[in-house]
């Protein structure tokens, strides 16, 4: 896992208690967004669900980079999932559902989180979609003995 950098002025995740915040997160290799556009104007919705896949991914490498030795991410609780696209294009969750998908696959057996998924207009450096995510952290079983 690698931690994800904050692209500005920001914390890619902070924790309260044993609750984990992350920042939101576009869908970006080696610092740089895969792609930039709109969903529905040259992002189809196949297209649109990978790039939601991988910020859930970078979301969930944000929520871990601050766990401490012995800590686990437990549960994902909420997510958000941000969709840059067209005034017209209206399949919003069916996007946002990768995002849910890369959850249940990283943590089966947990329950899905509760999900927003929100159609805006653009998003930061053009990115098609932004996932940010609240998270349950807990100390390992092994590591509590």
Do not use: C, K, W
Request: glycine letters at 10%; proline letters at 6%.
């Amino acid at each position: 896992m690698s931690a994800p950098q904050a692209a500005g002025s920001y914390s890619v995740a902070r924790a309260l208690g044993e609750l984990v915040f992350t920042a939101g997160m576009t869908p970006r290799r080696d610092g740089a967004l895969v792609t930039t556009g709109l969903l529905g104007a040259g992002i189809g919705d196949d297209e649109g669900r990978q790039l939601t896949a991988l910020a859930t991914v970078r979301a969930l490498d944000a929520a871990a980079s601050i766990l401490s030795p012995g800590e686990t991410i437990a549960e994902v609780l909420s997510l958000t999932v941000y969709v840059a696209s067209t005034p017209e294009f209206t399949r919003h969750s069916h996007i946002a559902d990768a995002a849910s998908a890369v959850v249940g696959d990283r943590m089966p057996g947990t329950e899905l989180p509760v999900r927003a998924t929100v159609g805006v207009a653009s998003l930061p450096g053009g990115a098609p979609v932004e996932v940010q995510l609240i998270a349950r952290r807990v100390v390992e079983p092994s590591a509590a003995r």
